[in-house]
T-cell receptor, first 115, second 112 residues
Framework: KAGVTQTPRYLIKTRGQQVTLSCSPISGHRSVSWYQQTPGQGLQFLFEYFSETQRNKGNFPGRFSGRQFSNSRSEMNVSTLELGDSALYLC??????????????FGPGTRLTVL | QQQVKQSPQSLIVQKGGISIINCAYENTAFDYFPWYQQFPGKGPALLIAIRPDVSEKKEGRFTISFNKSAKQFSLHIMDSQPGDSATYFCAAITSGTYKYIFGTGTRLKVLA
């Protein structure tokens, strides 16, 4: 079974631009979560989607948004990029029919650098 | 109250030694505590997890110790190997919230 895939793997943008990251979950997984990983902060929860609905969100500004499609693929968008948005963005999928604590499977991440 | 505090930030252990990483939490609603292992260039992968109704769980060389009254849990890696060199994250979640809270990570280096 293929794992979680994220595209692109690397991205360089300048301040003020906007960016869209993509995540394809494991086949059959309908829950997709997004995290921001930085050296000092660890993994910080951005939001979680299930059946095209955002069920939970973290404490990030409105510049961070996401969506999920009917095939469970998800995208996250960051508008008006700031230098502090440079991070590894991780996507994780799980099978919520087995409960909210079902194992999360992470993709390799998208490394975003904002210049 | 939503934080999970992890220590140490980095750890160097000799091959064959015991690696110990600690986490502490405040939110007593957390009821599932996984540990993740992350190698460079990869996403985190679930290593082992525990629920607060047990005080210890062991899988191979990896053991979680859980102290509910102290609101602390720790990961012990016995007979540490160079291949264990990675970053380890503890996490916590309240069932039904779909929102994991992660620690800040511990970079472990096992010397050959």
């Amino acid at each position: 079974k293929a794992g979680v895939t994220q595209t692109p793997r690397y991205l360089i943008k300048t301040r003020g631009q906007q960016v869209t990251l993509s995540c394809s979950p494991i086949s059959g997984h309908r829950s997709v979560s997004w995290y921001q990983q930085t050296p000092g902060q660890g993994l910080q929860f951005l939001f979680e989607y299930f059946s095209e609905t955002q069920r939970n969100k973290g404490n990030f500004p409105g510049r961070f948004s996401g969506r999920q499609f009917s095939n469970s693929r998800s995208e996250m968008n960051v508008s008006t990029l700031e230098l502090g948005d440079s991070a590894l963005y991780l996507c994780a999928s799980s099978h919520p029919d087995r409960g909210s604590t079902d194992t999360q499977y992470f993709g390799p991440g998208t490394r975003l650098t904002v210049l | 109250q939503q934080q999970v505090k992890q220590s140490p930030q980095s750890l160097i252990v000799q091959k064959g030694g015991i690696s110990i990483i600690n986490c502490a939490y405040e939110n007593t609603a957390f009821d599932y505590f996984p540990w993740y292992q992350q190698f460079p260039g990869k996403g985190p992968a679930l290593l082992i997890a525990i629920r607060p109704d047990v005080s210890e769980k062991k899988e191979g060389r990896f053991t979680i110790s859980f102290n509910k009254s102290a609101k602390q849990f720790s990961l012990h890696i016995m007979d540490s190997q160079p291949g264990d060199s990675a970053t380890y994250f503890c996490a916590a979640i309240t069932s039904g919230t779909y929102k994991y809270i992660f620690g800040t990570g511990t970079r472990l280096k096992v010397l050959a």
